[in-house]
């Protein structure tokens, strides 16, 4: 099975800040016949199910603010947020659909300093 | 509008049986592969299983192969879980998700149920 790291496990970032997370696989996830990262982003926020935010690593879903970003290449992924909003504070879970069991990593939880 | 809805969750002994449902409507329900995915209180996500969009294919997570069972009916636009031997450490929110990309089973998920609590005690 891939396993799917995310670092850090909690983060507080200020208002209108930048925060940062990270996603690391076992094993690449780049499918080299299509050259694309088989990696997704997800946002979870308190009795909701998960929010599609970043599909192929870096390709925003129709509807997400575009201070949301993916990036990353084979094993190691970033999933930015430019400017923190109050709306974003969230569970934040990096998901690998390369292998048939489509793991995810254990969550990432972002909070307002 | 697409929707996902989940059925059959409760309360169950370890050992016991528990079949959960989803009622799927919105989309073409047999051009896409689905999936089960399963939620600890207060823990992360965990993949389950997941289905190809005939029904052909499954695939289970080591933690319940052998004990849990995906399947589909496309007449009745629903997917199920049928779980056996059920333990407590499977006490969790189960939601079904939709693939993304149709015809494939190499896809994430779009949409979500809101998702069924079972609970093994």
């Known amino acids: 099975d891939i396993v799917m790291t995310q670092s850090p496990d909690s983060l507080a970032v200020s208002l209108g800040e930048r925060a940062t997370i990270n996603c690391k696989s076992s094993?690449?996830?780049?499918?080299?016949?299509?050259?694309?990262?088989?990696l997704a982003w997800y946002q979870q926020k308190p009795g909701q199910p998960p929010k599609l935010l970043i599909s192929w690593a870096s390709t925003r879903e129709s509807g997400v603010p575009d201070r949301f970003s993916g990036s990353g290449s084979g094993t190691d992924f970033t999933l930015t947020i430019s400017s923190l909003q109050a709306e974003d504070v969230a569970v934040y879970y990096c998901q690998q659909y390369y292998s048939m069991l489509h793991t995810f990593g254990q969550g990432t939880k972002l909070e307002i300093k | 509008e697409v929707q996902l809805v989940e059925s059959g969750g409760g309360v169950v002994q370890p050992g016991g049986s528990l079949r959960l449902s989803c009622a799927a409507s919105?989309?073409?329900?047999?051009?896409?592969?689905m999936y089960w995915v399963r939620q600890a209180p207060g823990k992360g996500l965990e993949w389950v299983s997941l289905i190809s969009k005939d029904g052909s294919d499954t695939h289970y997570a080591d933690s319940v192969k052998g004990r849990f069972t995906i399947s589909r009916d496309n007449n009745k636009n629903s997917l199920y879980l049928q779980m056996n031997s059920l333990r407590s450490e499977d006490t969790a929110f189960f939601y079904c998700?939709?693939?993304?990309?149709?015809?494939?089973?190499?896809?994430?998920?779009?949409?979500w149920g809101q998702g069924a609590l079972v609970a093994v005690s």
């Open positions: 919105g989309f073409t329900f047999d051009d896409y592969a």
């Open positions: 094993q690449s996830v780049l499918y080299s016949s299509n050259k694309k990262n088989y």
């Open positions: 998700a939709k693939a993304l990309r149709s015809g494939t089973l190499y896809s994430n998920f779009d949409f």
